[in-house]
């Protein structure tokens, strides 16, 4: 399993179009092979921003690399940069591969 993080700070006041930002947009991932699941987190507020991560898991690093290298991968991130204004800095991505797994309950 591969875990991809995005944190983004998010400018105070601009939550809410950040959100909306990524409701709306059409992120193609439910027919990329390797996909399993995908959170946006809203994190603690500081005094000039609130932090968020994007999370999403992968079956594999090698998955998660195809997909970067996808039409699809374009296509979801073709606007990206409309949505300078609304962070602090660029997105800081962080990538993760498991080395222990534990399931619990679904929510």
Do not use: C
């Not at 059409?26 to 968020?52: K, N, Q």
């Not at 991130?77 to 993760?96: I, M, S, T, V």
Request: net charge negative.
């Amino acid at each position: 399993m591969f875990i991809a993080m995005n944190r983004f700070k998010v400018r105070t006041g601009y939550t809410d179009a950040f959100e909306k930002v990524w409701r709306d947009r059409d992120t193609r991932l439910s027919d990329v092979p390797g996909f399993v699941d995908f959170h946006l987190l809203r994190g603690a507020d500081a005094e000039d921003h609130v932090l968020y991560a994007s999370h999403t898991i992968w079956r594999s690093r090698d998955d998660f690399d195809a997909w970067t290298k996808s039409e699809a991968f374009r296509q979801a991130h073709k606007d990206a940069g409309q949505n300078k204004g609304l962070y602090l800095d660029h997105p800081n991505f962080e990538g993760f591969e498991a080395v222990l797994d534990m399931a619990g309950e679904k929510t």
